[in-house]
């Protein structure tokens, strides 16, 4: 699937290999589904996980199994989150979890238990059990 804003610009990608419709439930379940997200200053988030459940209405879409958010995937400099579950809602351009959380960038390393982000905003809370590693750049 594809979505675009308002001025028609795409703003992501979804693909999955494979997907199925409960019309009943108004939910689509998928098998390896990508998402990328193309965000207003040119760069990329890319979120992959093993499966997942999206509404019909773009409200909510729940990742499990190996999630990994990637902001700025094709940089050097790119950030990596990893963790087994992920709420996505995004309308509200919002995620958050309650698992073990880890990051990972050029600068260093965190992890912590629970999470929220702000993708837009780019903000991130870790909610607790926070130990983290910072590599001096040189």
Do not use: C
Request: without cysteine.
């Amino acid at each position: 699937t594809r979505e675009w804003d308002e001025t028609g610009t795409l703003t992501r990608t979804m693909t999955s290999a494979k997907i199925e419709h409960d019309p009943q439930a108004e939910l689509n379940y998928l098998t390896s589904p990508k998402s990328i997200s193309f965000r207003s200053n040119d760069s990329k988030i890319q979120i992959t996980s093993d499966k997942g459940i999206t509404r019909d209405d773009n409200s909510r879409t729940d990742l499990a199994g190996n999630v990994i958010v990637h902001d700025n995937p094709s940089s050097e400099s790119g950030t990596k989150l990893l963790t087994e579950q992920l709420t996505i809602y995004p309308q509200k351009d919002f995620a958050e979890t309650d698992k073990p959380v880890t990051i990972s960038s050029t600068s260093g390393n965190l992890k912590g238990i629970g999470m929220d982000l702000h993708f837009e905003k780019q903000v991130l809370n870790l909610h607790s059990n926070v130990k983290g590693i910072y590599h001096e750049m040189d």
